[in-house]
């Protein structure tokens, strides 16, 4: 089954403490990329990667690293966690061909508390 | 810096009405995409548009896209219940050092009462 996943799916953590979420996706897509939702903000994009090893800034990248090693996996590492990143962050994954980006794939979410 | 508005944010409809959706955009910008999202869930792909004058429909929901205007309609006809949800715009950077770069709208909470 085609899918994106992501882990874990819900995580309360301390301010400070360095933690990952991990994406993956099995449909050999170039384009993948990491949002946050907010309420009343809708969704803002943090990092994308348009294939391995190409990595660049979306809107709101401060606080958040991310590396693209291997086509299926786009990590999202939190160096020290602070409350405002507390929110629900969703990965996503599309097909390029011809450079041109495609409906996204989404994955379930994961929901962030940072105390 | 590209700009994404969806108006209105908020609409209540009656079943078997129709309304539109508008997503206005400040840049240049030829890709826009539409995604429906339901209360605790995940996003879904509903159309992807990738030119002017493209016109997508997918039983009630037919999504436009006006290059030239920027802006792209999401016309829902004689709604049902099913189709409360949120729904949200997304523009695709035009190019330069950021393309791939991808901006959404507030997103729109629709409600269809009986």
């Known amino acids: 089954e085609a899918q994106v996943t992501q882990n874990p799916r819900y995580l309360i953590t301390v301010t400070g403490k360095k933690l990952t979420v991990t994406c993956s996706q099995n449909m050999n897509h170039e384009y993948m990329s990491w949002y946050r939702q907010d309420p009343g903000l809708g969704l803002r994009q943090i990092y994308y990667?348009?294939?391995?090893?190409?990595?660049d800034k979306g809107d709101v990248p401060e606080g958040y690293k991310v590396s693209r090693k291997e086509k299926r996996n786009f990590p999202l590492i939190l160096e020290s966690p602070s409350p405002n990143q507390t929110s629900l962050y969703f990965c996503a994954s599309s097909g390029t061909g011809l450079v041109h980006v495609y409906e996204q794939y989404f994955g379930p979410g994961t929901r962030l508390t940072v105390t | 810096e590209l700009k994404v508005e969806q108006n209105p944010l908020f609409l209540s409809m009656q079943e078997g009405k129709n309304y539109t959706i508008y997503c206005n955009y400040s840049t240049t910008s030829d890709r826009l995409y539409w995604y429906r999202q339901d209360p605790g869930k995940s996003l879904e792909s509903l159309f992807v548009l990738l030119s002017n004058g493209a016109v997508k429909q997918e039983g009630r929901l037919m999504a436009s896209l006006d290059t030239k205007a920027r802006l792209s309609t999401l016309h829902i006809t004689a709604a049902v219940h099913d189709l409360s949800a949120t729904y949200f715009c997304a523009v695709l950077n035009a190019g330069g050092t950021s393309y791939g770069k991808l901006t959404f709208g507030q997103g729109t909470i629709l409600t269809v009462h009986p």
């Open positions: 990667s348009m294939n391995v090893e190409v990595t």
